[in-house]
C-alpha cells in the first residue's frame, strides 16, 4: 500500500537574494498524488513566482504515473517561464529522471544547498 502524497510549499531565499518556492513532498508520488504535486503547483502565484525547487527527500516512491505529475508540472513551469531544479532524489530515481529526460526541464541537486547555490 502507498502513502499518502502529502506537500507544502515554504518561502526561501537564495544566496543572490531571489525569492524562490520550495514544494516539499512526503510520501509516495503515483496517480493519486495530483492535488499534492500538481495542486500545490497550481496554487503558486505564477505573476511572481519566478523560481522553483521541488523537495523530494521524503519521498519513498515515484511510480510511472508519478513521473507523469513531475512532466506534467515541468512542462506548465517551463510554459509560464519558471526556473525549476528538483533536490533529495534517491541514487535510482535521480538515474529514472535523467532517462526520461526530465533534466531537460529540471536541474537535479543531492541537497537544498546545492540547489539554491545554483539558481
Known amino acids: ?9 515554504d518561502q526561501l531565499t537564495t544566496p543572490a537574494g531571489h525569492q524562490v518556492a520550495v514544494l516539499r513532498f512526503e510520501g509516495d508520488i503515483a496517480s493519486t498524488s495530483r492535488d499534492a504535486v500538481l495542486g500545490t503547483y497550481q496554487s503558486l502565484p505564477k505573476e511572481t513566482t519566478r523560481l522553483v525547487l521541488l523537495d ?10 508519478g513521473i507523469a505529475l513531475v512532466i506534467q508540472l515541468l ?7 519558471q526556473k525549476v531544479y528538483a533536490f533529495g532524489l534517491s541514487a535510482h530515481f535521480t538515474k529514472v529522471f535523467t532517462m526520461v529526460g526530465i533534466t531537460k526541464y529540471a ?8 540547489a539554491l547555490a545554483a539558481l
Do not use: C, H, W
Not at 519521498?59 to 504515473?65: A, E, K, L
Not at 512542462?75 to 517561464?81: D, L
Open 1 to 9: 500500500m502507498q502513502a499518502e502524497t502529502k506537500s507544502r510549499v
Open 56 to 65: 523530494f527527500t521524503k519521498v519513498d516512491y515515484i511510480n510511472s504515473s
Open 75 to 81: 512542462i506548465e513551469a517551463s510554459n509560464a517561464g
Open 107 to 114: 536541474g537535479l541537486f543531492p541537497s537544498q544547498a546545492q
